[in-house]
């Protein structure tokens, strides 16, 4: 199937029949299937920003523990996508999309990192917002990996479980 070839080895004919398009259509619309992928990819990033943000514009003032799984809407996102994902993270097939995902939740997470609350610790801003990053991304991938053996609303569950997580050795908060 075209979904598991390298880029290099897709032709726009194969793109063109699993679309069932002709080659004229496509053409019309885009140079190369370079072109093509690079739409899709802004498109699927832009609403995995939609997703990210969901939870911070329904809690005024955004509070953890107001947060409810149905709330997050990144994991809905990625399960609505994926293929995507799926050929994203299992392979080779689009290189350099993986970074491209990462640099876009560390761009979105440096609007919801509470500096206030970061300049009362030795934290670094910027290395915390590559940990909390990584660590989505991290998750996704796993889940993604395990061919979405749990639903959104599972993972939902589980992001709040580990976000409400005290470090280890300290006391929980009254």
């Known amino acids: 199937m075209a979904e598991d070839q390298p880029l290099d080895k897709l032709s726009v004919t194969q793109i063109v029949q699993q679309a069932e398009l002709n ?3 496509f053409y019309k619309h885009y140079d190369s299937k370079e072109q093509l ?3 899709l990819i802004d ?3 832009i609403e995995l920003a939609d ?3 969901s939870p911070y514009a329904d809690l005024h003032p955004f509070s953890l523990k107001d947060l409810t799984p149905g709330h997050i809407k990144i994991f809905d996102h990625v399960y609505e996508h994926a293929r995507f994902y799926s050929a994203v993270l299992n ?10 995902i990462i640099d876009t939740l560390k761009h979105l997470a440096k609007d919801v990192v509470p500096s206030g609350q970061m300049a009362q610790t030795d934290i670094v801003p910027h290395l915390f917002i ?8 991290g998750l996704i991938k796993e889940w993604v990996r395990s061919d979405f053996c749990y639903s959104s ?9 580990i ?4 470090p280890v050795g300290e006391a929980p908060q009254p």
């Open 51 to 53: 997703a990210f943000r």
């Open 91 to 100: 392979s080779k097939v689009i290189p350099g999309v993986q970074e491209r």
């Open 43 to 45: 498109h699927v990033l």
């Open 163 to 166: 976000l409400r997580q005290q």
């Open 37 to 39: 992928l690079t739409e």
């Open 153 to 161: 609303s599972y993972m939902s569950r589980q992001l709040i479980q």
């Open 23 to 25: 080659r004229g259509t």
């Open 130 to 137: 590559s940990y909390y990053a990584h660590a989505l991304f």
